[in-house]
């Protein structure tokens, strides 16, 4: 029991810090903590609606990690050349230079997607800007998940 509970505290740091690293998954870390609460103290602290809400939540805070620096790109006017840029360059950032390739990725795959089409250069910055707006809104959203777990993880604790 207790050890399960060390371990779920341990995601729970690990899913903070993830929210801000990019690459790491955080709310799925912060996640995993409520259920191995719920494990160590005999599925009493939280109730199957309670955690499969959570669990829902999880899963739309991390794909929208994944989309929201896009459309991100989109909103600061990228074309759909920038679009397509700023995912292929965060798969590719995030595969050779992670974690941070994510960010620096997604950025310079704007910029280079909207040079292809004929942008001109601050146009092109406009919407990597674009990019690391959206990668800083994900950003905020995943540390309120995991903010949210945190505190129902600790309240469970007493």
Do not use: H, Q
Request: glycine share 14%; hydrophobic share 65%; proline share 6%.
């Amino acid at each position: 029991m207790i050890v399960l509970i060390i371990i779920g505290f341990i995601f729970i740091i690990v899913g903070l810090i993830g929210c801000i690293v990019p690459g790491v998954p955080g709310p799925p870390f912060s996640f995993l903590a409520l259920v191995l609460m719920s494990v160590a103290k005999g599925w009493e602290p939280f109730s199957l609606n309670f955690l499969i809400i959570m669990a829902l939540i999880t899963i739309v805070v991390t794909a929208l990690d994944y989309v929201v620096p896009a459309a991100g790109a989109k909103k600061f006017g990228a074309s759909r050349y920038g679009f397509w840029g700023a995912v292929i360059g965060m798969l590719v950032g995030i595969i050779f230079f992670p974690p941070l390739g994510m960010i620096i990725g997604a950025f310079l795959g704007a910029i280079i997607g909207e040079m292809v089409v004929g942008k001109t250069s601050p146009e092109a910055l406009k919407a990597g800007w674009g990019v690391f707006v959206g990668i800083m809104f994900g950003m905020i959203i995943k540390l309120i998940a995991s903010g949210v777990m945190t505190f129902y993880f600790i309240k469970a604790l007493f």
